[in-house]
Every structure is written in structure tokens, then in C-alpha cells.
Nanobody
Framework: QVQLVESGGGLVQAGGSLRLSCAASGRTFSRNAMGWFRQAPGKEREFVAAIKWSGSNTNYADSVKGRFTISRDNTKNTVYLQMNSLKPEDTAVYYC????????????????????WGQGTQVTVSS
């Protein structure tokens, strides 16, 4: 049974930092891109960042470019999201997900390209 478990969320002041982790179990995802998405109250889920299966390419939403960094450790089947210079508008539940296709050439922003999802971790940024 595949499981994705996010951790590292919490309450932080504006300008602060958090590091999210997403540990996968049940199978290896070293051949699948992994991504982070978020959903704020009353809003649609949106793309945040994704990383190619090899770690060689990344993709970021414009709203987080320069502030967030995605990385992965395939030996641990884990993906990370380092979030710096946090803003109140970053407040949301953050979800990690795995690409449904192995060895995809591009790094997708489309949530429908992702198959397995975690349950989410809350990030709250106070002003």
C-alpha cells in the first residue's frame, strides 16, 4: 500500500522559514517526478513546485520562485520543500504527490498528472 506522509508544517511569522518533508512508502518513486501543491481556505488546490525523477530539473509556481526550493533524496524515497521568506498568503495545507508516469521528460504542474497524494500538512504564516 502506497503512503505519502508530509511533515514539518506549523505556525511561523512572516519572513520565517519552514522545511516540509514527504516520505513515501509502499514502493519506490525514484523514477517518478514528485511535487508539492497547496490549498488555502476557499481556494482551489494549486501547484507549488515539482522535481524530476532524477532531480535534474525543477519547476516552480511564479508566486514562490526565489523563496522555495524543492529537493529529493531517492535513497530515502523522500521529497523536501524548503520555504523561506514566508508570507501570510503562503498559508495553506500543503500536499505532496507523485507523478503517475515514470521517467516523464518534463516536470508537470498539472495536478491531474499526479496519482498518489499525501494527507497534507498545515502551514500558517502570521503577519
Amino acid at each position: 500500500q502506497v503512503q505519502l506522509v508530509e511533515s514539518g508544517g506549523g505556525l511561523v511569522q512572516a519572513g520565517g522559514s519552514l522545511r516540509l518533508s514527504c516520505a513515501a512508502s509502499g514502493r519506490t518513486f525514484s523514477r517518478n517526478a514528485m511535487g508539492w501543491f497547496r490549498q488555502a481556505p476557499g481556494k482551489e488546490r494549486e501547484f507549488v513546485a515539482a522535481i524530476k525523477w532524477s532531480g535534474s530539473n525543477t519547476n516552480y509556481a511564479d508566486s514562490v520562485k526565489g523563496r522555495f526550493t524543492i529537493s529529493r533524496d531517492n535513497t530515502k524515497n523522500t521529497v523536501y520543500l524548503q520555504m523561506n521568506s514566508l508570507k501570510p498568503e503562503d498559508t495553506a495545507v500543503y500536499y505532496c504527490a507523485t507523478d503517475r508516469m515514470e521517467l516523464r521528460l518534463r516536470v508537470s504542474q498539472d495536478q491531474y498528472d499526479y496519482r498518489y497524494w499525501g494527507q497534507g500538512t498545515q502551514v500558517t504564516v502570521s503577519s
